[in-house]
């Protein structure tokens, strides 16, 4: 089956910099969509990027300009790569893989912006 796993979280200072991995396995990943989503406590989970099989991104507007998702098909990875990032990205931040007609989600890791 899916198999989801996210990496690469951790404390870091106000604008610091994060880069988080996500490894997927069970799908033909060149033609999945992926995206990351965070949940920080007592808020919704959030969108926080997307990407399709074409290469093709969606942000949202709070972190536009400072986070960049990517993607290596070759290792079955998908990035997000957070610059300049502030105490409100606190979050933990879940990797979702679209296949089959189902959601597949990883355990999510904990980023925790603070001096």
């Known amino acids: 089956q899916v198999q989801v796993v996210e990496s690469g979280g951790g404390l870091v200072q106000p604008g610091g910099s994060l880069r988080l991995s996500c490894t997927a396995s069970?799908?033909?990943?060149?033609?999945?969509?992926l995206g990351w989503y965070r949940q920080a406590p007592g808020k919704q989970r959030e969108m926080v990027a997307r990407?399709?099989?074409?290469?093709?991104?969606n942000y949202a507007d709070s972190v536009k300009g400072r986070f960049t998702i990517s993607r290596d098909n070759a290792k079955n990875t998908v990035y997000l790569q957070m610059n300049s990032l502030k105490p409100e990205d606190t979050a933990i931040y879940y990797c979702q893989v679209l296949w089959g007609g189902h959601e597949y989600w990883g355990q999510g890791t904990q980023v925790t912006v603070s001096s």
């Open positions: 069970g799908t033909i990943f060149s033609i999945t969509p």
């Open positions: 990407i399709i099989s074409g290469g093709s991104t």
